[in-house]
Nanobody
Framework: QVQLVESGGGLVQAGGSLRLSCAASERTFNNHAMGWFRQAPGKEREFVARINWSSGRTYYADSVKGRFTISRDNAKNTVYLQMNSLKPEDTAVYYC?????????????WGQGTQVTVSS
């Protein structure tokens, strides 16, 4: 399985910004996308954003549209999540994973994630 390492999380005041990075252990393919997910305490893991490696098309959860931007660097096997105008409800552990477009199922191993805490 693809191994992912997330970084960039931290403490930030509401309205602030953070940029998360996700480094993959190996190259992904054109039929894959890379996605960001998050899980708040006591809640289910939820989809945040994804980017198709081939087309660059992006998709976002309604809750983050207009505030978060996902991008990738193919040469570095890295995906980023620029988070602006952060809100307390964005507080969660953020994970990344490779997604097979045909099934929309994450195919990599879930890592430790990176904690994002937004204070009010």
């Amino acid at each position: 399985q693809v191994q992912l390492v997330e970084s960039g999380g931290g403490l930030v005041q509401a309205g602030g910004s953070l940029r998360l990075s996700c480094a993959a252990s190996e190259r992904t393919f054109n039929n894959h996308a890379m996605g960001w997910f998050r899980q708040a305490p006591g809640k289910e893991r939820e989809f945040v954003a994804r980017i198709n490696w081939s087309s660059g098309r992006t998709y976002y959860a309604d809750s983050v549209k207009g505030r978060f931007t996902i991008s990738r660097d193919n040469a570095k096997n890295t995906v980023y999540l620029q988070m602006n105008s952060l809100k307390p409800e964005d507080t969660a552990v953020y994970y990344c994973n490779a997604i097979r477009i045909a099934t929309m199922i994450p195919v990599g191993s879930w890592g430790q994630g990176t904690q994002v805490t937004v204070s009010s």
